[in-house]
């Protein structure tokens, strides 16, 4: 599996209303992504406290080879939702969760 985190940037105009643009946003994508075989969780989101306008959207994927293919088909769907809201198209970064044992107890130096 792989973690991808989506960076979306709104319109400074819009900063103040990114949790129903998120909604929307999802409610485009949302439906085709949640019968993907890839799909294996609900999205999360994060909106930056130094930059309202600012989300990050958090979820994990089979694989980075089929999110690629997959978001090919979304882009498409999302080009009216980011030609009125964000600065931009999003950013997808894709992230490998390392295993580290954080209930460890009694190590020594």
Not at 26 to 34: M, S
Not at 71 to 78: A, W
């Amino acid at each position: 599996m792989v973690t991808v985190i989506e960076t979306w940037r709104l319109k400074e105009q819009f900063a103040g209303q990114s949790l129903e643009l998120m909604q929307k946003m999802d409610d485009i994508v949302g439906p085709a992504a949640h019968v993907d075989p890839g799909w294996c969780e609900h999205g999360r989101f994060f909106q930056r406290r130094s930059r309202p306008g600012e989300i990050w959207m958090m979820y994990t994927w089979r694989s980075r080879a089929e999110h690629e293919v997959f978001i090919k088909n979304e882009e498409l769907l999302l080009t009216d939702f980011y030609d009125r809201y964000c600065a931009g198209r999003r950013e997808i970064t894709y992230f490998d969760e390392l295993p580290v044992d954080v209930d460890a107890v009694g190590t020594t130096s």
